[in-house]
């Protein structure tokens, strides 16, 4: 398992590593010919991280560390914007657009708290789709099972795999229907999506301005929680673990457990059983809402209608060069009338409503980030059938919670040397502390009982 962030502090602040050292670690993994790098990153920091990274040391030997990720590598997901580049997000239809002219929210804070950012990663082509691929700067492999080829997950996916392969100490990502969780948990990874509103999206290329957020990609949930810690501008303090003892945790029976492969169902089942015997209260729950979702979304849903309203002109001048799985998706919002768009709006108010309520009496939901253990990257590259099936599949389970307004975390679940499995752990809107104190709980019981 990778170093933690806390781990890698520690060494910083003793004197047994540094942040140039670090750095350059995670540059020489990124330039191996003969690894993923890449298709891991869209452009690479070099001589700006080098450079970071000696002031981080300056500033740690003089004892006067920014931040806990001082001197940190960290990658950026292509869709934040770094004054004077142009964000592609993953695409080569906007290599003519002006640069921007200043850095992202997200991307200030990260500089202002001395995270050495390494470099940009590659994703889905404008974040449209869960599996990872794509046709212009390629697909990272999975760490898993490399040999056979399979997907990273997406669209986050050269984040996940910047982390995996110790390109990047951690990795910030966005999350639109899972594009964080997702391939934390393929690739055996943590990652959180927070509540929407808790990140600020300025400077961020959007995919749906009704879901978008950002959250981090990284080995645990400490991590996580000391990254959102910067990102959401709430300072250092990060909640303590919960008590597993008398927490009461939902979990969900309709539609999230459809289609799970025996890996999945195997380290699901698990994972229950072992929170349960810590002392958490486990209730299985009917959420119909779940089924409803379908239905609601039939015409494409907010993501469609939202990114044809960003890239209806784009598509114009420039959809020949669109990746065109990406492309039928976007069109769809094309079709989607203002009176159609309004529907979903209150359609979806109504159903967080009943969802919320469901969910009133219970601490947390835990269900499977994704059903199936990461697909065959040839497999769907060949077959448009399996890759929309697969597409389709994978987005499901976190789907639900950005529709929610939700936070939610995947941490893993799997046993050492088996397939990255991911637990969700979800609750409403708001509640992004008190989940980010129980997923610490959820990740020590888990990793304490797996590993015996």
């Known amino acids: 398992m990778a ?35 890449a298709r891991v990153f869209t452009r690479l920091y ?27 590598p960290v990658s950026i997901k292509d869709l934040f914007d770094v004054a004077g580049e142009t964000t592609l997000a993953g695409s080569v239809a906007r290599d003519g657009a002006a640069p921007a002219s200043a850095h992202s929210q997200v991307v200030r804070r990260l500089l202002a708290a001395g995270a050495v950012l390494v470099g940009r990663t590659n994703m889905t082509e404008f974040a449209f789709s869960g599996l990872g ?24 996916s050269g984040a996940g795999v910047s982390v995996t392969d110790g390109m990047a100490a951690a990795a910030i990502g966005t999350d639109t229907g899972g594009s ?55 300072g250092e303090d990060i909640p303590p673990p919960a008590m597993l003892a008398g927490l009461r945790l939902a979990a969900p029976t309709t539609v999230v457990l459809d289609g799970m492969d025996a890996s999945v169902a195997a380290a699901f089942q ?13 209730t299985e729950i009917a959420l119909p809402e779940f089924a409803a979702l379908a239905t609601i979304n039939a015409k494409g849903g907010l993501a469609a209608a ?4 960003w890239h209806r002109s784009l598509i114009e001048r420039e959809g020949s060069r669109y990746d ?16 159609d768009y309004i529907d979903v709006l209150e359609a979806r108010r109504a159903w967080i409503s009943a969802v919320e309520a469901r969910l009133m009496p219970f601490d947390a939901a835990v269900l499977p980030t994704v059903p199936v253990i990461a697909p065959v990257l040839k497999e769907l590259e060949r077959d448009e059938a399996a890759y929309s099936a697969a ?32 637990l969700m752990i979800a609750a409403g809107a708001g509640h992004d502390r008190s989940l980010l104190a129980i997923g610490q709980a959820v990740e020590a019981a888990l990793q304490a009982s797996l590993r015996a």
């Open 3 to 37: 170093a933690t962030l806390s781990e890698l502090r520690a060494a910083l602040d003793a004197g047994r590593a540094t942040s140039t050292g670090l750095t350059e670690v995670a540059l020489e993994r990124a330039t191996d010919p003969a690894g993923e790098g």
């Open 46 to 72: 070099g001589d700006k991280a080098r450079a970071a990274a000696q002031v981080s040391d300056t500033l740690i030997k003089a004892g006067s560390p920014r931040s806990p990720v001082e001197g940190l």
């Open 133 to 156: 691929l794509n046709p212009h700067y390629g697909t990272p492999l999975n760490a898993f099972d490399r040999a056979t080829g399979r997907i990273p997950g997406g669209s986050s």
């Open 180 to 234: 964080v969780r997702i391939p934390a948990a393929l690739c055996g990874l943590t990652g959180f999506k927070p509540t929407a509103r808790r990140v600020p999206l300025q400077g961020v290329l959007p995919l749906s301005t009704s879901l978008d957020s950002i959250g981090p990609l990284a080995p645990s949930v400490a991590c996580c929680a000391l990254l959102d810690a910067v990102l959401s501008g709430e």
């Open 270 to 282: 698990k994972a229950l059983g072992i929170l349960s015997s810590a002392g958490a209260k486990i």
């Open 306 to 309: 939202e990114a044809w309203h």
């Open 324 to 339: 065109p799985r990406v492309l039928v998706r976007m069109m769809r919002g094309r079709d989607i009338s203002a009176a």
């Open 391 to 422: 597409n389709a599949l994978i987005l499901r389970n976190p789907t639900f919670i950005n529709f929610l307004d939700g936070c939610a975390l995947s941490v893993p679940c799997h046993a050492p040397d088996t397939a990255p499995v991911g």
